[in-house]
């Protein structure tokens, strides 16, 4: 049974940095892109990043590209999230996802997404 489990949320002040990880245990996750949605209060879940399965094609959401970085370890099996100069607008629950097709990559809609962790929340003050 696939399980991810996301960590490294909490509550920093704008201009602050934070690294997301996410632990993935009963999938083959060289095989697999990976990616992180967030979903802020009273809105809908919306894309982050994304990375394919071997690390040679990310993705990013306007709103966060030049501060956040995505990348992976397939030694561990986990996927993180680099985030810089946060702003108070990236407040959110952030969630892990994994592809539910071998080597295919994923986001921004979340149509190709096959597992979800159980979120993170960050928090930001201004």
């Known amino acids: 049974q696939e399980r991810l489990v996301e960590s490294g949320g909490g509550l920093v002040q704008a201009g602050d940095s934070l690294r997301l990880s996410c632990a993935t245990s009963g999938l083959s996750f060289r095989l697999y892109a990976m990616g992180w949605w967030r979903q802020a209060p009273g809105k809908q879940r919306e894309f982050v990043s994304s990375?394919?399965?071997?690390?040679?094609?990310?993705r990013y959401a306007d709103s966060v590209k030049g501060r956040f970085t995505v990348s992976r370890d397939n030694a561990k099996s986990t996927v993180y999230l680099q985030m810089n100069s946060l702003r108070p607008e990236d407040t959110a629950v952030y969630y892990c996802?994994?592809?539910?097709?071998?080597?295919?990559?994923?986001?921004?809609?979340?149509?190709?997404?096959?597992?979800w962790g159980q979120g993170t929340l960050v928090t930001v003050s201004s």
């Open positions: 996802a994994v592809g539910k097709t071998i080597a295919t990559m994923i986001g921004p809609d979340a149509g190709g997404v096959g597992s």
């Open positions: 990375i394919n399965w071997d690390a040679s094609s990310t």
